[in-house]
Protein backbone atom coordinates (compact mmCIF):
# COMPACT_ATOMS: atom_id res chain seq x y z
CA UNK A 1 0.00 0.00 0.00
CA UNK A 2 1.14 3.50 -0.62
CA UNK A 3 1.85 5.68 2.51
CA UNK A 4 2.54 9.77 2.54
CA UNK A 5 4.84 10.13 5.74
CA UNK A 6 5.34 13.90 7.08
CA UNK A 7 8.68 14.39 8.50
CA UNK A 8 9.55 17.36 10.62
CA UNK A 9 12.99 17.58 11.43
CA UNK A 10 15.92 19.94 12.52
CA UNK A 11 16.76 21.99 9.66
CA UNK A 12 20.93 21.13 9.90
CA UNK A 13 23.17 20.19 7.58
CA UNK A 14 23.02 15.92 7.36
CA UNK A 15 19.86 15.66 8.33
CA UNK A 16 17.85 14.71 5.35
CA UNK A 17 20.86 12.33 4.51
CA UNK A 18 19.88 9.96 7.65
CA UNK A 19 16.35 10.05 7.16
CA UNK A 20 17.18 9.07 3.56
CA UNK A 21 20.23 6.59 4.83
CA UNK A 22 17.71 4.93 6.78
CA UNK A 23 15.30 4.11 3.74
CA UNK A 24 18.52 2.85 1.75
CA UNK A 25 19.97 0.75 4.41
CA UNK A 26 16.89 -0.80 4.87
CA UNK A 27 15.86 -1.58 1.44
CA UNK A 28 13.09 0.54 1.49
CA UNK A 29 12.08 2.73 -1.86
CA UNK A 30 10.90 6.35 -1.64
CA UNK A 31 9.02 6.93 -4.10
CA UNK A 32 8.72 10.71 -3.94
CA UNK A 33 10.34 13.01 -1.49
CA UNK A 34 9.95 17.06 -1.06
CA UNK A 35 11.44 18.65 1.83
CA UNK A 36 11.55 22.72 2.55
CA UNK A 37 11.59 25.12 5.75
CA UNK A 38 8.51 25.17 7.98
CA UNK A 39 7.00 28.78 9.88
CA UNK A 40 9.99 27.66 12.28
CA UNK A 41 13.38 28.19 10.46
CA UNK A 42 14.86 25.56 12.39
CA UNK A 43 12.63 22.53 11.47
CA UNK A 44 12.09 21.45 8.51
CA UNK A 45 9.14 19.33 6.76
CA UNK A 46 10.07 16.51 4.83
CA UNK A 47 7.26 14.63 2.99
CA UNK A 48 7.77 11.45 1.73
CA UNK A 49 6.05 8.82 -0.42
CA UNK A 50 6.93 4.87 0.07
CA UNK A 51 4.86 1.85 -0.20
CA UNK A 52 4.74 -1.00 1.97
CA UNK A 53 2.62 -3.24 4.27
CA UNK A 54 1.33 -1.60 7.57
CA UNK A 55 3.58 -3.43 9.25
CA UNK A 56 6.60 -1.75 7.55
CA UNK A 57 5.29 1.50 8.00
CA UNK A 58 5.06 0.96 11.40
CA UNK A 59 8.33 0.06 11.46
CA UNK A 60 9.64 2.61 9.52
CA UNK A 61 8.20 5.66 11.47
CA UNK A 62 9.31 3.43 14.83
CA UNK A 63 12.76 3.74 13.25
CA UNK A 64 12.54 7.18 11.82
CA UNK A 65 11.56 8.84 15.69
CA UNK A 66 14.40 6.84 17.12
CA UNK A 67 16.49 9.54 14.74
CA UNK A 68 18.23 12.73 16.53
CA UNK A 69 16.77 14.96 14.17
CA UNK A 70 13.78 13.92 13.97
CA UNK A 71 11.10 15.98 15.68
CA UNK A 72 7.73 14.24 14.57
CA UNK A 73 6.61 11.40 12.13
CA UNK A 74 2.89 11.42 10.94
CA UNK A 75 1.65 8.42 8.79
CA UNK A 76 -1.04 10.73 7.01
CA UNK A 77 -2.48 7.58 5.00
CA UNK A 78 -3.53 6.55 8.37
CA UNK A 79 -6.06 9.09 8.03
CA UNK A 80 -8.09 11.74 6.67
CA UNK A 81 -5.70 13.64 4.59
CA UNK A 82 -5.46 16.30 1.32
CA UNK A 83 -2.85 15.56 -1.40
CA UNK A 84 -1.37 17.67 -3.97
CA UNK A 85 1.42 17.02 -6.42
CA UNK A 86 2.76 19.88 -9.18
CA UNK A 87 3.46 18.90 -12.61
CA UNK A 88 4.92 21.31 -15.32
CA UNK A 89 4.99 19.83 -18.73
CA UNK A 90 6.77 21.03 -21.09
CA UNK A 91 5.21 19.92 -24.82
CA UNK A 92 5.50 20.30 -28.93
CA UNK A 93 1.94 21.33 -30.00
CA UNK A 94 1.08 21.02 -33.29
CA UNK A 95 -0.25 25.09 -34.43
CA UNK A 96 -3.72 23.13 -35.48
CA UNK A 97 -4.19 21.37 -31.88
CA UNK A 98 -3.24 24.42 -29.78
CA UNK A 99 -6.55 25.10 -29.34
CA UNK A 100 -7.37 21.65 -28.19
CA UNK A 101 -4.64 21.51 -26.23
CA UNK A 102 -5.12 24.74 -23.80
CA UNK A 103 -8.87 23.95 -23.24
CA UNK A 104 -8.13 20.79 -22.25
CA UNK A 105 -5.68 22.17 -19.69
CA UNK A 106 -8.20 24.55 -18.79
CA UNK A 107 -10.76 22.34 -18.17
CA UNK A 108 -8.57 20.08 -16.27
CA UNK A 109 -7.31 22.98 -13.44
CA UNK A 110 -4.22 23.89 -15.15
CA UNK A 111 -2.56 26.70 -16.65
CA UNK A 112 -0.20 27.65 -20.14
CA UNK A 113 2.76 29.51 -18.71
CA UNK A 114 4.30 29.68 -22.23
CA UNK A 115 2.15 29.03 -25.45
CA UNK A 116 5.36 28.57 -27.42
CA UNK A 117 4.35 25.71 -30.02
CA UNK A 118 7.90 24.17 -29.70
CA UNK A 119 7.83 24.62 -26.03
CA UNK A 120 4.50 25.01 -25.11
CA UNK A 121 4.62 24.76 -21.29
CA UNK A 122 1.62 24.26 -18.64
CA UNK A 123 1.40 23.21 -15.10
CA UNK A 124 -1.33 21.30 -13.14
CA UNK A 125 -1.55 21.03 -8.95
CA UNK A 126 -3.64 18.11 -8.13
CA UNK A 127 -3.82 14.62 -7.04
CA UNK A 128 -1.72 11.65 -8.41
CA UNK A 129 -4.04 9.63 -10.03
CA UNK A 130 -5.34 13.60 -12.07
CA UNK A 131 -1.74 14.69 -12.65
CA UNK A 132 -1.03 10.88 -14.07
CA UNK A 133 -4.72 11.04 -16.13
CA UNK A 134 -3.23 14.51 -17.02
CA UNK A 135 0.10 13.58 -18.25
CA UNK A 136 -1.39 10.87 -20.13
CA UNK A 137 -3.90 12.73 -22.40
CA UNK A 138 -1.73 15.65 -22.91
CA UNK A 139 0.72 13.05 -24.82
CA UNK A 140 -1.75 11.69 -26.64
CA UNK A 141 -2.71 15.00 -28.41
CA UNK A 142 0.93 16.79 -28.22
CA UNK A 143 4.76 15.06 -27.41
CA UNK A 144 6.06 15.20 -24.46
CA UNK A 145 9.27 16.75 -24.29
CA UNK A 146 9.53 16.97 -20.65
CA UNK A 147 7.75 16.30 -17.45
CA UNK A 148 8.48 17.75 -14.47
CA UNK A 149 6.75 16.43 -11.10
CA UNK A 150 7.03 17.72 -7.56
CA UNK A 151 5.98 14.58 -5.68
CA UNK A 152 3.33 14.34 -3.63
CA UNK A 153 2.62 17.23 -0.72
CA UNK A 154 -0.02 16.21 2.16
CA UNK A 155 -1.86 18.00 5.06
CA UNK A 156 -3.89 15.93 7.82
CA UNK A 157 -7.33 17.28 7.95
CA UNK A 158 -6.88 16.38 11.71
CA UNK A 159 -7.55 19.25 13.61
CA UNK A 160 -4.48 18.77 15.75
CA UNK A 161 -1.71 19.89 13.04
CA UNK A 162 1.82 18.45 12.63
CA UNK A 163 4.22 20.90 14.31
CA UNK A 164 7.28 20.75 16.25
CA UNK A 165 5.44 23.00 18.90
CA UNK A 166 2.32 23.47 20.45
CA UNK A 167 0.44 26.34 18.81
CA UNK A 168 0.18 29.67 20.36
CA UNK A 169 -3.31 29.65 22.22
CA UNK A 170 -5.63 32.34 20.34
CA UNK A 171 -7.51 34.96 22.14
Avoid: C, W
Avoid at 47 to 54: A, F, Q
Avoid at 68 to 75: A, K, Q, R, S, Y
Avoid at 113 to 138: I, K, M, R, Y
Avoid at 142 to 166: H, N, Q
Amino acid sequence: MRHIIAILLQNEAGALTRVAGLFSTRGYNIESLSVAPTDDPTVSRLTLVTKGSDQVIQQIVNQLNKLIDVVNVLDMTRGEHLERELVLLRLKVDPAHTDAVRGHVVRSGGRVLDPAADGFVVELTASEAEVNSFVAELGRRAELLEVVRSGALGISRSARPLRARPAPASA
